[in-house]
């Protein structure tokens, strides 16, 4: 009979011990292991402002406002939804109800809605961006819209409606920071401020809403339509990184 040393026994031990050690290393690493969130989809409705006959501010005599905003929205929301689920308030040149437009939002259940307008001379540049939150629920109607109670609603109905957007004010100002600080990192845009303002676009939209202003608009000045359309596409481009980056960082 071959006898075994005490040691190898001992060895074989340790072994096992170590092996048993690592795989319980292994399997409890499996499951503290940090995991990487993927980037948040979100439900956006973009809004450009304008439309119709109303034309907003031009440039010359033959490029309107209502034109820019338009091709910015559609560009900015064809980069958006590769990640989000993106909707426009009017995706021609129509008319759409001041109302309607935050409405819109409430009616398709959207997370967040961006305003798209541009900037007027001589308060603007090229390379400035503003981005505004609603700030205040009291509102003068210029006579061209209609406020809610001249339509046959009732007083109490208007009430409500005008203080949707104040109770979520905090967020979206907290939009409107991340918005601009985004803006800024793109390189596009050298100076963007953020600033709240009572907004009748905004005022009725029941979730964070924010303006964006870009571009300026020059009454005396002139620009070639591929120059446009080129400005528009950088536009669009730093708008729409920054609206994503943003979802991200906005808490719930």
């Given at each position: 009979?071959?006898?075994v040393?005490?040691?190898?026994?001992?060895?074989?031990?340790?072994?096992?011990?170590?092996?048993?050690l690592?795989?319980?290393?292994?399997?409890?690493?499996?499951?503290l292991?940090?995991?990487?969130?993927?980037c948040?989809?979100?439900?956006?409705?973009?809004?450009?402002?304008?439309?119709?006959?109303?034309?907003?501010?031009?440039?010359?005599?033959?490029?309107?406002?209502?034109?820019f905003?338009?091709?910015?929205?559609?560009?900015?929301?064809?980069?958006?939804?590769?990640?989000?689920?993106?909707?426009?308030?009017?995706?021609?040149?129509?008319?759409?109800?001041?109302?309607?437009?935050?409405?819109?939002?409430?009616?398709?259940?959207?997370?967040?809605m961006?305003?798209?307008?541009?900037?007027?001379?001589?308060?603007?540049?090229?390379?400035?961006?503003?981005?505004?939150?609603?700030?205040?629920?009291?509102?003068?109607?210029?006579?061209?819209?209609?406020?809610?109670?001249?339509?046959?609603?009732?007083?109490?109905?208007?009430?409500?409606?005008?203080?949707?957007?104040?109770?979520?004010?905090?967020?979206?100002?907290?939009?409107?920071?991340?918005?601009?600080?985004?803006?800024?990192?793109?390189?596009?845009f050298?100076?963007?401020?953020?600033?709240?303002?009572?907004?009748?676009?905004?005022?009725?939209?029941?979730?964070?809403?924010?303006?964006?202003?870009?571009?300026?608009?020059?009454?005396?000045?002139?620009?070639?339509?591929?120059?446009?359309?080129?400005?528009?596409?950088?536009?669009?481009?730093?708008?729409?990184?920054?609206?994503?980056?943003?979802?991200?960082?906005?808490?719930?």
């Amino acid at each position: 009979m071959t006898i075994v040393p005490i040691g190898y026994f001992l060895a074989n031990r340790r072994r096992l011990f170590r092996s048993s050690l690592i795989v319980i290393l292994m399997i409890a690493l499996l499951f503290l292991r940090p995991v990487a969130l993927p980037c948040m989809a979100a439900a956006i409705l973009i809004d450009p402002g304008h439309g119709g006959d109303d034309h907003g501010a031009s440039i010359g005599k033959t490029y309107f406002e209502k034109q820019f905003t338009l091709a910015l929205a559609r560009k900015t929301a064809r980069l958006l939804s590769s990640s989000h689920h993106v909707e426009l308030t009017r995706n021609s040149d129509i008319l759409v109800p001041i109302n309607d437009r935050a409405g819109m939002a409430n009616h398709l259940k959207m997370d967040l809605m961006i305003s798209l307008h541009a900037a007027v001379a001589p308060y603007c540049s090229d390379h400035k961006a503003a981005v505004y939150f609603h700030e205040d629920e009291r509102l003068v109607y210029p006579t061209r819209i209609s406020a809610p109670n001249q339509t046959g609603e009732s007083e109490i109905h208007h009430s409500a409606w005008a203080k949707l957007q104040i109770r979520h004010r905090d967020r979206s100002r907290q939009l409107a920071a991340l918005i601009k600080q985004f803006l800024l990192a793109g390189g596009v845009f050298d100076q963007t401020t953020v600033d709240g303002a009572p907004l009748a676009v905004l005022m009725g939209a029941d979730l964070p809403a924010v303006l964006i202003e870009v571009g300026c608009m020059r009454r005396t000045g002139a620009i070639s339509i591929s120059k446009m359309d080129q400005q528009i596409s950088t536009y669009a481009q730093s708008i729409a990184n920054a609206v994503n980056l943003a979802v991200n960082e906005l808490q719930p």
